[in-house]
Structure formats: structure tokens, C-alpha cells
């Protein structure tokens, strides 16, 4: 009897510390779901973009302090609506989930989609925008995904990446391709790397730093297009 149960406390014990790499595990098959059925869609798809699809957000908690909220999207007709819930559907459901495209950081091995807006859900399964009414390939388009402790998931490693390691977006219809040009570290009260650009097209990537629970900086990274 006491066998019995020095094994049982035994076992719960080991549940206990590999609990987190379990939680883990279920995430990165679920992240990686989502990408295979992403590729899927681009073979099956060729669609012309359009630019509403990109205009949802969600208010950054927990990764930059936004003190606005966003502007309400602009009401559409009927037949406007009807157009881009077809487009919705077409590009966006996988597994009830809406995704946008790709991104992907060879240098670091990192490949997530990207999801409107930074709810938990959406930086659990990918990288969230940020900015109401970016796109890839103009202006300031902007990214955030967390930073895990565990080694190679989610934005992990975006600390590895040095100047002109490059970063890709892929779209249906498109892949943009991009080179790191600014690395920074800065409060999360720091709301000026949100800034459009009207220059060039850029990237901007942020997560937590350091590499810590309850890290009390961000980690920005600047890409700009090639």
C-alpha cells in the first residue's frame, strides 16, 4: 500500500514538472497546424489583395502601453460587405481562426501566421498586427508575438537576429522580402516605433526583453523591405 502510493506521488510530481513542456508541446503542434493549412490555402488560392482585409486590430496589452484606442472601422454597403466575407472566407478560416499570411525569419527557423489583432488567442497560435490600416509592403506594418521561455518557439530567439538577416511576408498573392536595419530596446510606454513610415516600407517586430517572466522592456526589431 505505501508502494501504491509513493509511485502515485511520484508520477504526480513528474505531471507536475513537465506540465509546462506539455503546455508547450500542445501549442507548438497547434502553431504548427496553422501553418501547414496556411501553405495549403496559397496552393489552392490566387487572389488579388485587398487592402479592408487588413484593417481589424486589437489594443496591444501586456506588449505596448497603447493609451488610444483604435478608430472604429469605416461602415461598408451591403454589397461591399458581401465582397469581403467571401474574401474573409476564402483567405482567412483556418480551423475558425482568421489569418492574414506568413511571416518567416530563416535565421532563427521561425515560421508562425499572422492573425488580426493581440488577443491572447492570436499571439498563441502566431504574431498579431498592431496598426489599424497597415499592410505588408508600405508604410509601418507592425507585429508583435510573444516571448517564450521555451527554446525556439514563438519569439524565443528574435534576440539572435543581427543587422540584415532577413524576414519574409507571404500573402496570397505576394512575398515581400526584407532585411533588418534597426535593433532596439525600449519601454513598453515607447509608442514612436509605431510610426508610419512614409519613405520606405518597413517591418516592425516586437516582443518582450529580456528573456524573463514579467520582462519589463521590449525588443524591437526594424526590417526594410528590399
Avoid at 519601454?187 to 520606405?200: C, G, I
Amino acid at each position: 500500500m505505501i508502494k501504491v502510493l509513493l509511485y502515485g506521488l511520484l508520477i504526480v510530481g513528474l505531471l507536475f514538472i513537465l506540465s509546462p513542456d506539455i503546455d508547450a508541446w500542445i501549442t507548438q503542434k497547434k502553431q504548427k497546424g496553422m501553418v501547414d493549412d496556411w501553405k495549403n490555402k496559397v496552393e489552392a488560392y490566387s487572389v488579388e489583395q485587398d487592402d479592408e482585409l487588413w484593417e481589424e486590430v486589437l489594443p496591444i496589452s501586456g506588449v505596448i502601453d497603447l493609451t488610444e484606442q483604435p478608430e472604429e472601422l469605416e461602415s461598408t454597403s451591403a454589397q461591399d460587405e458581401d465582397v469581403e466575407k467571401d474574401l474573409q472566407q476564402l483567405i482567412q478560416e483556418i480551423n475558425g481562426q482568421q489569418v492574414k499570411g506568413l511571416l518567416r525569419i530563416p535565421k532563427i527557423d521561425y515560421q508562425g501566421v499572422i492573425i488580426p489583432g493581440t488577443s491572447e488567442r492570436a499571439l498563441s497560435l502566431g504574431v498579431g498586427t498592431v496598426v489599424k490600416g497597415r499592410a505588408p509592403g508600405k508604410g509601418n506594418f507592425v507585429l508583435a508575438g510573444h516571448r517564450s521561455l521555451t527554446y525556439g518557439h514563438q519569439f524565443n530567439r528574435l534576440g539572435e537576429l543581427k543587422i540584415d538577416d532577413s524576414i519574409e511576408i507571404e500573402t496570397l498573392d505576394n512575398v515581400y522580402s526584407y532585411v533588418v536595419s534597426d535593433i532596439l530596446i525600449v519601454e513598453p510606454t515607447d509608442l514612436f516605433v509605431l510610426q508610419d513610415s512614409t519613405e520606405h516600407a518597413i517591418l516592425t517586430l516586437i516582443t518582450c526583453e529580456p528573456l524573463v517572466r514579467d520582462a519589463p522592456y521590449r525588443l524591437i526589431i526594424k526590417a526594410t523591405m528590399l
